[in-house]
């Protein structure tokens, strides 16, 4: 074979080999490829899974567990000494306890004292019945002579409740008339002034609307109920004659009052707010099962006379604060919703209740069987430490508390959010929302300690929708 062809040969199995150590390549790097794929595919797929069953497991919770937020002391062991246990428990001036003392076991706490009689009947009217004795009786049975009082004493004692009755009061007008102009042929008449009417042509007097309001929005019964409490009292009244005065006198009445008290919200320094959904029946281009809000805002802890407000609004949307609250600035203590960023000029407060539910819900279930702390427990300490401090300063004067605050609770943040960079969660799990919301709220979550009247939580707004979702 001639030299040139055997080179070619050579060449082209050369060729051919590269082609064949290419295509295993190629071949492998697919193998790779799809073996990854299937891996990340497995592990997005196990992570759905647990996202699932925490959900199950959180669903579980709010349906059969208990709603309250309380943490007992004892839930997780060591959940209030993360950091200065032995510097917050030493205490140089105490002496060493005898062996009496030590030995001789703990006092029990002295449970608090109920209320006495007196105490809770303080605020009634009293109304003596006397019971005297016949006059008959009244001679000495011995010597016959009449006899004196010489005390009283109450034998016992028992409420009575007068049943609502309805009266029906007429105004009668005096009318006078001149008898000389009337010889004369004139007609001079002059009538006495009548008190104005609540509302022009109705039966609704200042105490009907009142009892039909209380009745309806403190102790929370409908109308058509109150409808049927009227007519056992002797009185047809249709709901709708009771939602036209409730809706007439609270627009001729209580509103001047609500713009006056929204007035001087805004010139308070701190203030509460937040929102709550509702559904409205009937609304104009709104179908019955749409969501609108119900906007709380509510004055702090400042020393002066409470406000409470409700400000109905169709949507969720910041704007709706935004002008509810213009002219105001001072602390807004809100929870994490960024609509309240719209508002300007305002030092925006968190609100360290949100934060701990997020970390309460990311809770792992019962079946755990670790004795080690879980993220959420660790979340969930820290917040349960601030507010056991907040216990402690409760009482003191704004001040003070500021004072005590500055000097205990900034390590414990500065704590927190080093350990929260640490947390690295799943996506899409409790745990991921938990650390989510406390990382978007650190701007705000230490603005409470610039003013001793500022609360750590958003307690007094949640409060507020109380009454109103009940």
């Known amino acids: 074979m001639p030299q040139s062809e055997m080179e070619a040969l050579i060449q082209l199995q050369k060729e051919t080999i590269e082609s064949l150590r290419q295509l295993v390549d190629s071949q492998r790097l697919t193998i790779e490829q799809m073996t990854k794929s299937h891996e990340a595919q497995t592990a997005q797929l196990n992570q759905t899974i647990a996202n699932l069953n925490e959900t199950v497991e959180y669903l579980k919770k709010k349906l059969f567990a208990s709603s309250s937020e309380k943490t007992k002391k004892d839930a997780f062991p060591g959940q209030l000494d993360l950091f200065n246990e032995a510097e917050a428990a030493a205490d140089p001036s105490v002496p060493e306890p005898t062996l009496e003392e030590a030995v001789g076991g703990y006092k029990r706490k002295a449970r608090k004292q109920k209320a006495t009689r007196e105490e809770i009947l303080a605020g009634l009217p009293v109304v003596e019945v006397p019971c005297t004795v016949p006059d008959e009786d009244r001679n000495c049975p011995y010597c016959n002579t009449p006899m004196e009082v010489i005390g009283k004493k109450v034998v016992r004692e028992e409420l009575r409740i007068i ?11 005096e009318v006078l008339g001149c008898p000389e102009c009337k010889k004369d042929g004139a007609s001079v008449i002059v009538g006495a002034e009548t008190p104005s009417p609540l509302l022009k042509h109705s039966l609704a ?21 109150q409808e049927a409490d009227w007519k056992q009292l002797g009185v047809k009244l249709s709901r709708a ?3 036209n005065w409730v809706i007439k006198c609270g627009i001729d009445y209580m509103e001047p009052v609500y713009g006056h008290l929204h007035q001087c919200l805004l010139e308070r320094d701190i203030i509460h707010a937040d929102e709550t959904p509702c559904q409205v029946l009937k609304e104009d281009g709104k179908t019955a099962q749409s969501r609108s809000y119900m906007w709380l805002y509510g004055s702090g802890n400042d020393g002066l006379p409470p406000i409470r407000l409700y400000d109905y609004q169709p949507s969720r949307g910041g704007y709706h604060a935004e002008e509810f609250l213009k002219g105001f600035s001072g602390y807004l203590i809100c929870d994490g919703f960024s609509g309240y960023n719209k508002l300007k000029g305002v030092i925006r407060c968190g609100c360290l209740a949100h934060m701990r539910r997020y970390w309460k819900e990311a809770l792992p279930g019962k079946s755990r069987k670790s004795s080690d702390k879980t993220h959420a427990e660790i979340g969930l300490d820290y917040c349960n430490q601030l507010f056991e401090l907040e216990k402690e300063y409760a009482d003191l004067d704004a001040d003070t508390r500021k004072a005590e605050r500055l000097e205990t609770e900034p390590a414990i943040w500065e704590a927190y959010w080093s350990w929260l960079e640490t947390v690295n969660p799943a996506g899409g799990s409790r745990l991921a929302k938990a650390v989510t919301y406390a990382k978007n709220q650190k701007p705000y979550m230490e603005n409470y300690l610039l003013d001793g009247r500022c609360s750590i939580s958003n307690n007094i707004a949640e409060n507020i929708a109380r009454p109103y979702c009940k």
């Open 163 to 173: 049943p609502a009755k309805v009266e029906r009061i007429q105004y009668v007008q």
């Open 205 to 225: 007097s200042a105490s009907t609307v009142a009892y039909v309001m209380y009745q309806k929005y403190v102790n929370s019964i409908p109308l058509y109920r």
């Open 241 to 243: 004659t009771l939602a």
